[in-house]
Structure formats: structure tokens, C-alpha cells
């Protein structure tokens, strides 16, 4: 499950929704993992661009993984500005044993923060700054620039 | 036809072109200047699937798609 909200996201509803959706499905873990925007430089809040399509192949791809070890993963995005301590990202994984979902988390939030189309701005004096020094390029760019 | 598509930050209006395989393209947008800072460090999709080459022939409604560095979360 893959849901993107425009502003920020209504954490304990998610939460519980997801924790709702699996009360009964025999699950032995649920590792959740959420993002909050932090005060600092001075920023207002977090600005985000989505590009769905690419994001949706990657999520699914991700979760043809989860399958395999009898996991599932469930993801929400925000899209448009969130401000201070507010989330902009929630994922978590279901699995029958905790061990599986703790290491899962981890390997998909990381490939989430290198290969998710996510292009992230901070909101300064009511401006988007894109934050390209926070930013990572997709494994394979640059091939257009080769000479 | 072929729709290029410039996502995230990178301020440009899609474009629609007429070329055969992402070698025609490298050329067009190297000699735009405006393209310069992206070409570096963006990867490109092909109907939504980023490739990693550009040996890759291209055929009358593709897609193509730019995408920046990332930073979800």
C-alpha cells in the first residue's frame, strides 16, 4: 500500500489504520518508522514533488521482496509543504517475525532516501529552496552529459 | 513524437521532439544551456523505467523523463 497525501501527514490515524488493517493477519511484528520535519537553518517547513508513476514500480518492487520473506510494507508520502514537527513520511513493515521487519525497515528506508522520485525543498520567507546538497543522484544518472 | 519531461527542480517546459535514441538527445540538451548544471547528476527514464544507458532506440509516443537528485522523507 502506497498513499500520498497533499500537506502533512495525520500520523496516529495512519498508524492505526495500518495497525487496523492487519490486527488479524497473523503478524508477530510491526515496525513503523516516521519522519518529521526538524527546526534548523532557519527553514519554515519541507516542501515535496512527486513523481508517481517511478515511484509506484519502485514501491512495488519493494514489496515483491516483503512477499518473499512473508512481509508486507505500507508507505505514505506527503506531497506540497509540511511545516515544523509535522511528518512527511511514514513506512513500516508487517512480517511474522520481529527480526525480519527490523532488517527490512532499514534496507528500505535506505534505498527509499537513494531512489525514491522525491525532490525535496526547504520553505524559507515563504520560498521552495530545492535542497540539492541533501540530495542523491539515481544510481545510472549522468549518462546524458557523457560527451 | 517523442515527450521529454523535466521533473522535480529542473525549471524547463516538456518538449516534444522528434528524434530516433537517447544519443540525439544527449546532443540536443548538451547544447542547451540551461541543461548544463542537470545533465551531470539527473537519471532518465524511458516510459517510466530508468535506464542506464544509451544504447536504447526509441519509437513514435515514448516518453522520456528527467529526474534530479532525490531526497524523499
Known amino acids: ?3 500520498i497525501y497533499d500537506g502533512a501527514l495525520d500520523v496516529p490515524k495512519i498508524l492505526e489504520d495500518w495497525y487496523k488493517e492487519e490486527s488479524t493477519s497473523n503478524y508477530g511484528a510491526y515496525i513503523p518508522f516516521i519522519g518529521t520535519v526538524r527546526e534548523e537553518d532557519g527553514i519554515d517547513g519541507l516542501s515535496f514533488d512527486i513523481y508517481e508513476p517511478i515511484l509506484e514500480n519502485w514501491f512495488n518492487v519493494w514489496q515483491e521482496k516483503a512477499k518473499a520473506k512473508g512481509a508486507i510494507i505500507k508507505m505514505a508520502h506527503a506531497r506540497g509543504d509540511v511545516l515544523l514537527h509535522k511528518s512527511s513520511y511514514i513506512s513500516c513493515v508487517f512480517s511474522p517475525k520481529r527480526r525480519v ?5 532499514d534496507e528500505f528506508v535506505e534505498d527509499f532516501k ?3 522520485p ?3 525543498y526547504d520553505l524559507i520567507d515563504g520560498k521552495r529552496v530545492y535542497a540539492l546538497d541533501r540530495s542523491t543522484a539515481i544510481k545510472g544518472s549522468g549518462i546524458l552529459g557523457v560527451k | ?3 521529454v519531461e523535466f521533473l522535480g527542480p529542473i525549471q524547463k517546459n516538456a518538449l516534444e521532439i522528434e528524434i530516433t535514441n537517447l544519443k540525439e538527445l544527449a546532443k540536443i540538451l548538451q547544447e542547451t544551456p540551461e ?3 542537470w545533465l551531470e547528476n539527473s537519471a532518465v527514464a524511458v516510459n517510466d523505467t530508468i535506464v542506464t544507458s544509451l544504447d536504447i532506440e526509441l519509437k513514435d509516443g ?3 523523463s528527467m529526474l534530479p537528485p532525490v531526497c524523499g522523507g
Not at chain 1, 101 to 105: V, Y
Open chain 1, 101 to 105: 521487519a527490523l532488517e527490512f525497515i
Open chain 2, 35 to 37: 541543461m548544463t548544471e
Open chain 1, 114 to 116: 537513494a531512489s525514491a
Open chain 1, 1 to 3: 500500500m502506497l498513499n
Open chain 2, 1 to 3: 513524437m517523442i515527450r
Open chain 1, 118 to 120: 522525491i525532490w525535496k
Open chain 2, 62 to 64: 515514448d516518453k522520456i
